[in-house]
Structure formats: C-alpha cells, structure tokens
C-alpha cells in the first residue's frame, strides 16, 4: 500500500544551525512531491514541488532549499536556520486514491530558538 | 485576491446544530474541488471530493456552482467531534493545489 513518511516529528534548533528533514514515498513510482510549510495560526504556504527525480520547483525565494536524489525520497534543508523558519513543515504527495488530491504526511514541528 | 477564499470563523454552535461553509475560488479553470479538515497540530485530511451534482457523505454534503465560482459544504447534527479547521481546495493544471486559509469550527456541548 502507498504510505508517506515524515521525520523527524518534532525538532527544536538554534538559530543559524542546519537542517534536514526528510519525506519518503512508498508503494508508488514517479510521484509528484510537495513541501508545505504552516505558520501557526496561518494558511498553508507551498515551498517546493518535484515532479521527479532533481527536478525542483521553488514557489517562494527564502532560506530554504529541496533535493529529490531519489525517486520516492524527498528532502528539505537550510543551511542557516532564521527565526521566521518555525513552522508546521508538511510533506504531501498527488494520490490518486483521494481523487488525485493530496495525501500528507504526519508532519516534523520545528521551533527556531 | 486570494485564489481561494474562505471565512476563517470561527464557528462556534452546539451540539445536534447544522452548520454551512462557503468558498469561493478565482480560477474559472479549475479542474477539482475538495474539502480537507485539519485538527490542531495535525496533518490535513481530505473529508471529500466536491463534484458538479453535489454529494453526500452521512452528516456531510458538498455542492459546488462552477458559474458563480463557489463551493460549499453543509454538516448536518454537528457532533463534538467535529471541531476541526475546515480547508476548501482547488485543483489546477499540472496537479497543482490552492488551499484556502481554512475555517475554524468549534461544536459546544
């Protein structure tokens, strides 16, 4: 069965520190992969979308970048973590089971300190 | 303009109460409609597709008027249990999703 999986669920980094979250797909090839990130008390605000292997789409310029070095993994990271950088960061893929609406995963809480 | 737009609420009604939520959307080209409930501090979940005939599930129905650009969705005999944010969402071409800022309900005993 296709599963998305997200890590870590919740995470606390200082300010100025890396950071790498990982998203990965399974039971399923090729996938169109999102990463959203939601402020507290905010909308979702997309970040990137890949539609298959190193191909990357930034919506919004910030301090932030993705990679798709494989095709069911996907990975969001900073190399200087911004106090605006706390949020909700959610990874969600096109599942044609939902109507070819998105599926999310279970999310990774990120506090900058 | 936002792409999508919804009241942000929040809604609050009693318990056994009938509750309706309305969206509009701008891109008279959009392909799909869904409604997502998100809980506090979780992952959005689709509730339902929205089709042109309207549709139904148990307490939940969902109309959609592609002429006026306007989706909405009606919960009958609101239970406690559903107190959630509400997310109206359009399709796009290429897959692509736009969320509404969500509607907040809150049931009260």
């Known amino acids: 069965s296709q599963t998305i999986h997200q890590w870590p669920a919740t995470l606390v980094q200082p300010v100025g520190s890396p950071l790498s979250l990982e998203c990965t797909v399974e039971?399923?090839?090729?996938?169109?992969l999102y990463w959203y990130r939601q402020a507290a008390g905010r909308g979702l605000q997309l970040l990137f979308y890949?539609?298959?292997?190193?191909?990357i789409s930034s919506e919004v310029p910030q301090n932030l970048s993705a990679s798709r070095p494989q095709d069911r993994q996907f990975i969001l990271s900073s190399k200087k973590l911004l106090l605006s950088d706390s949020g909700f960061y959610l990874c969600?893929?096109?599942?044609?089971?939902?109507?070819?609406?998105?599926?999310f995963g279970s999310g990774t809480r990120l506090t900058v300190v | 303009r936002k792409e999508v737009e919804q009241d942000p609420g929040p809604f609050n009604v009693p318990e056994g109460a009938t509750v309706a939520f309305n969206c509009t959307y701008s891109?008279?080209?959009?392909?799909?409609f869904f409604w997502y409930r998100q809980d506090c501090r979780k992952e959005p979940k689709l509730l339902m597709s929205v089709y042109s005939s309207g549709n139904e599930d148990g307490r939940f129905t969902a109309q959609l008027n592609r002429a006026s650009q306007y989706i909405s969705l009606l919960i009958r005999d609101s239970k406690l249990s559903d107190s959630a944010t509400y997310l109206c969402?359009?399709?796009?071409?290429?897959?692509?999703?736009?969320f509404g800022g969500g509607t907040r309900l809150m049931v009260k005993p």
């Open positions: 891109n008279s080209a959009s392909q799909s």
């Open positions: 969402v359009v399709r796009n071409a290429g897959n692509m999703l736009t």
């Open positions: 039971g399923t090839s090729n996938p169109n």
């Open positions: 890949s539609v298959g292997i190193g191909q």
């Open positions: 969600a893929w096109v599942d044609f089971r939902a109507n070819y609406g998105y599926t």
